[in-house]
């Protein structure tokens, strides 16, 4: 016996009545191979695809958690587009992209994808891109303290992307983390980075790696 039930039929649209998949001209394949597969809720479903297709008759793509450690892959009128942290609804007009609270933010890559979008045709218009003022983000930090547990792994290596993930979602839970309404509202902001970037220095030290400067991530900011 299956171990999760085979999905039944998209519900109809309330605004469109029934979803039709050849509907959307930047689909690169039909939508049933993809309806077929079990939800493992991880790494290359074709998630970016579904959501592409399915925010044409919706007013809200919402990510919810994560960060720029994925790869979302559409293809819009023949051209590629990879995301990484903006909501692929941001190529859909009329569809408000938001990045939740859950998210940890790069605000390198953001900007990136916005520099990216600009000169691939598909400005962003600021009115259609939120973003959680609870969101945290990733700072030079977290990088570094990624890339240094994973070497320190040896064998053991679980293959992280050493984008800083991991130990930034750890400052989340252990309060430590800033927040990008920090950055606007918040007057122990660059002390509180400093002192977060002395302890990260001390973890880096122990496991031999070289320290990051506090410059830097005052920088990112």
């Known amino acids: 016996m299956p171990r999760f039930p085979r999905p039944g039929p998209l519900p109809p649209s309330p605004r ?5 998949p050849a509907a959307s001209p930047r689909r690169r394949s039909p939508l049933t191979p993809w309806r077929r597969r079990r939800p493992h809720h991880a790494r290359d479903e074709g998630k970016a695809r579904i959501v592409d297709l399915l925010s044409g008759d919706a007013d809200l793509v ?3 958690q994560g960060g720029a450690n994925t790869g979302h892959t559409v293809v819009v009128n023949g051209k590629t587009v990879k995301l990484h942290l903006i909501p692929v609804g941001v190529l859909r007009e009329g569809c408000v992209s938001v990045v939740g609270n859950g998210c940890v933010l790069d605000l390198k890559v953001l900007f ?6 600009a000169r691939s045709g598909y400005p962003v218009d600021p009115a259609r891109l939120r973003v959680s003022d609870r969101a945290h983000l990733v700072l030079p930090y977290h990088r570094a303290l990624d890339a240094a ?3 320190a792994r040896g064998a053991g290596r679980i293959g992280t992307t050493g984008r800083g993930i991991g130990p930034c979602y750890s400052d989340k839970v252990a309060y430590k983390g800033i ?5 606007f509202d918040d007057p122990s902001l660059e002390a509180r980075v400093l002192s977060n970037c002395e302890e990260k220095n001390r973890h880096l030290g122990a496991l031999g790696a070289p320290p990051v400067d506090a410059a830097a991530a005052l920088a990112d900011l």
């Not at 469109?16 to 039709?20: E, I, N, P, R």
């Not at 990136?112 to 979008?117: A, K, R, V």
């Open 112 to 117: 990136e994808e916005l520099e990216m979008l």
């Open 62 to 64: 919402v990510r919810y």
């Open 149 to 151: 547990y994973e070497s």
């Open 179 to 183: 927040r990008v309404g920090d950055l």
């Open 16 to 20: 469109s009545g029934v979803l039709d």
